[in-house]
């Protein structure tokens, strides 16, 4: 296939474009606006890799431009969209951009489908979305048809752009099918998140800002897995289907904060407990039967993979120093600073 990865720059989208790349003989063309979220470093490996030369392009761009996309999706046979602002820190002081990546942008490439099938040129999308669509969830877990219940701006956003791709699909019979992904941690993600802010600021002895209690609960799939089952939906799933992507890997915060620290043999000492951010969801938690049924399981054990991203941190500080620059720091004094001041002991 020829496939168009929006947000390709991105760190699960660029774990996509190194992986499909690797295993399969699929030609990619990346389309990224290089925001903070996006960092063209992710795909050194491809760019400087000549048995991809003919098979890989990278298109500077933005999915609200639908010049742009129209150019970039020429001869394509599916859209896998990555792209979006990722961290729900971020959309609760500025909801804007998040509204517009996730459904503006979303709006043209799901138009930019339509016309193509109108043409007869069918054109599968693949929208990425995220296990928060569903709220905190109490107990149990979450399956596919159970209501959206966003509780963050950013989760709105991509609840918002779910419901446009089934109402496309139910109106003018695109071929959309939608992942929601557990919580994603691995190699190259941005140093927002809590794992690598955690690794990257304790290697510098730095203080470590837990929310609240620490004992909110994720689902922890490693980027690698995340990135697999999203093509295995792109290669076996019908028409107008959501797919939950779990991992079976429940962890509360400090739970995963303990471990990071007894890898990198540093002191509990570093965190510091901060105040809370508003609405921050308790725990999320999915029901991966539909998948499994599809053919798809995680591989990635949470211990084995977050010793290997642990590894991966110490190893390219480089990389992450990059992109810990005065943007970064400004939004770090911005986002914990009045915080850590009245911090207390974990």
């Not at 139910?170 to 939608?178: A, F, L, N």
């Amino acid at each position: 296939m020829k496939l168009l990865v929006c947000g390709g720059a991105g760190f699960i989208g660029s774990a996509f474009v190194r992986r499909r790349l690797a295993s399969t003989a699929d030609s990619v063309v990346v389309l990224d606006r290089l925001t903070y979220a996006g960092n063209r470093a992710n795909l050194a490996g491809v760019e400087q890799d000549g048995a991809f030369a003919d098979r890989y392009r990278f298109v500077l761009g933005d999915i609200r431009d639908a010049v742009v996309v129209n150019h970039a999706a020429q001869g394509a046979d599916a859209i896998v969209n990555f792209a979006a602002e990722t961290h729900v820190d971020r959309s609760i002081s500025n909801a804007d951009d998040f509204l517009q990546t996730g459904v503006v942008g979303l709006h043209v490439l799901l138009e930019e489908a339509r016309r193509s099938a109108a043409h007869g040129r069918p054109l599968r999308l693949v929208q990425v979305s995220t296990d928060e669509v569903y709220g905190s969830v109490a107990s149990g877990a979450k399956t596919e048809d159970d209501p959206l219940a966003p509780r963050s701006p950013y989760a709105a956003a991509k609840a918002a752009g779910d419901l446009l791709c089934g109402a496309y699909h139910e109106t003018h019979g695109v071929d959309v099918v939608i992942t929601r992904g557990a919580n994603t941690y691995g190699p190259h993600q941005h140093p927002e998140k809590l794992i690598p802010l955690f690794v990257t600021s304790a290697l510098d002895d730095l203080p470590l800002p837990l929310y609240g209690d620490g004992r909110h609960r994720r689902d922890w799939l490693h980027v690698d897995d995340h990135a697999d089952a999203v093509g295995h939906v792109l290669d076996n799933a019908p028409p107008g289907t959501v797919w939950n992507v779990p991992a079976g890997e429940e962890r509360e915060n400090v739970e995963v904060v303990s471990r990071l620290l007894e890898l990198l043999d540093k002191p509990w000492s570093l965190v510091r407990r901060v105040a809370d951010r508003p609405g921050h969801d308790r725990r999320y938690a999915m029901d991966g039967s539909r998948l499994a049924a599809l053919g798809w399981r995680p591989r990635v054990g949470f211990e084995d993979g977050l010793a290997a991203t642990v590894a991966w941190y110490r190893d390219n500080r480089a990389w992450w120093e990059n992109v810990r620059g005065p943007d970064w720091q400004r939004w770090y004094e911005t986002q914990y600073g009045s915080r850590l001041e009245t911090s207390t002991p974990a």
